[in-house]
């Protein structure tokens, strides 16, 4: 390869290590053309794009973009899937997984997730995992029915306190546009003084007959 075509793959590998924050590297060596062929057409399916690479070319580039932690993966016939913006790292793992359970020649070595290296056995582990419209329908499952709940008990309550004042006010209005309430059974005893105050009255008519005989007296005598 000439130098100047050496450059540009490495210029293509350093941009490709920087922007892509999901690195899968697997040993392809022993694979036929048309395997190859068939594992890049799944790990397109699922965002990701598979390179046979040079690994003294892809040293350079690793540098070069800052990727130290691939360069300990970087040992005998090397290829990378980059996974894209977008991309689905648990079906791009599947499809490595699967790739090398079928074939039975190529072998995970191992990549790189968000700056973190991750060995084989994590990503076989991941390629178990649902697929990621799935995973996020489970992880938003498990989030939304919580919170109904909880809003379920905080509604419940206030409903029933709405309830009660409303029944509270049509009850009020209900009096209020009614017949005026009839006289408490306290008034009955007031009257009490004033048959009481009758019996004085009545002292005073008896000592009315005294005069008329005081007159008859007075006449006998004359």
Do not use: C, H, W
């Amino acid at each position: 390869m000439k130098k100047q075509d050496k450059e540009k793959v490495i210029a293509d590998l350093t941009e490709r290590l920087r922007t892509s924050e999901t690195l899968l590297v697997a040993d392809y060596r022993g694979l036929t053309m048309p395997q190859i062929d068939a594992l890049r057409s799944r790990l397109l399916e699922s965002g990701a794009r598979f390179t046979v690479v040079k690994n003294t070319l892809t040293r350079r580039a690793a540098e070069a973009a800052g990727a130290e932690a691939l360069l300990a993966l970087l040992e005998g016939p090397s290829a990378i899937a980059f996974l894209e913006t977008g991309g689905d790292m648990v079906a791009a793992a599947k499809a490595l997984a699967d790739s090398a359970r079928e074939t039975k020649v190529l072998a995970i070595r191992g990549g790189v997730m968000q700056g973190r290296t991750v060995t084989a056995e994590e990503i076989e582990t991941l390629a178990t995992l649902p697929a990621l419209d799935v995973l996020q329908g489970q992880v938003l499952g498990a989030i939304v029915a919580p919170l109904t709940t909880f809003v379920a008990l905080l509604n419940a309550p206030l409903q029933n306190l709405l309830g009660l004042i409303d029944a509270r006010v049509e009850q009020l209005q209900a009096e209020g546009a009614g017949s005026p309430p009839e006289p408490p059974a306290q008034e009955p005893p007031a009257q009490e003084p004033l048959a009481a105050a009758a019996e004085p009255v009545e002292d005073d008519v008896t000592p009315g007959p005294q005069p008329e005989a005081a007159d008859m007296t007075t006449e006998e005598q004359s």
